[in-house]
């Protein structure tokens, strides 16, 4: 199963997830795609830690911020891990974007990104365990003035559009409620 939970900055989404992984599994793994670059976002890391910590769900972190596609398959054949009392958690798909846009920014960051998005969705589709993806919306807010940005945003889009499509749930966290989209989706 794959679930796509997304929603604005500080809007409960990680909360959430990881909370939903409780209630799906009994372990679980956690994939931290984000480098810690300063003391502000080591604070920030600090916290999710603690938070996982001080919950009754077994964690196992993993920190992987460019090789994602990489690390669900290597979990493919590890009946541990695709087992159905586990459950992988990847926080965030938006901060892994940015990795791979800052790592190919002078070459062909287009043609690069969606390469390396075809390749998550290809593990992704036939997953045999859970996997819930954590996202922004980053789209909702104005157009950014530099062209990476917009770059940025419009990739960021485009991505979340992708994974929610091979999803089999996507939730909206909105200040802190979780509103599942995907059964409520308008069909033709």
């Known amino acids: 199963m794959v679930v796509l939970i997304t929603g604005g900055a500080r809007s409960g989404k990680s909360t959430f997830a990881e909370k939903y992984a409780a209630h799906l599994g009994t372990a679980g793994i956690y994939i931290a795609t984000s480098p810690v670059f300063d003391e502000e976002l080591r604070e920030r890391v600090n916290h999710h830690q603690l938070r996982r910590e001080q919950s009754s769900f077994a964690w196992k ?3 992987e911020p460019h090789l994602l596609a990489d690390v669900l398959q290597s979990f493919k054949s590890r009946a541990d891990v695709v087992a159905k009392e586990s459950v992988i958690l990847v926080d965030c798909l938006i901060l892994w974007l940015s990795n791979l846009l800052l790592q190919a920014e002078k070459d062909n960051p287009m043609e690069h990104i969606m390469g390396k998005l075809a390749e998550l969705l290809a ?3 036939d997953y045999p365990g859970t996997v819930l993806l ?4 980053v789209g909702d807010g104005i157009v950014p003035e530099y062209p990476l940005g917009r770059l940025f945003r419009d990739l960021a889009g485009l991505m979340n559009q992708h994974v929610a499509s091979i999803s089999d749930q996507v939730f909206l966290v909105t200040a802190g409620i979780p509103v599942e ?3 409520r989706a308008f069909r033709f």
């Open 123 to 125: 593990v992704l589709e």
């Open 61 to 63: 972190t993993v920190e």
């Open 181 to 183: 989209l995907k059964s």
């Open 134 to 137: 954590v996202t922004n919306e």
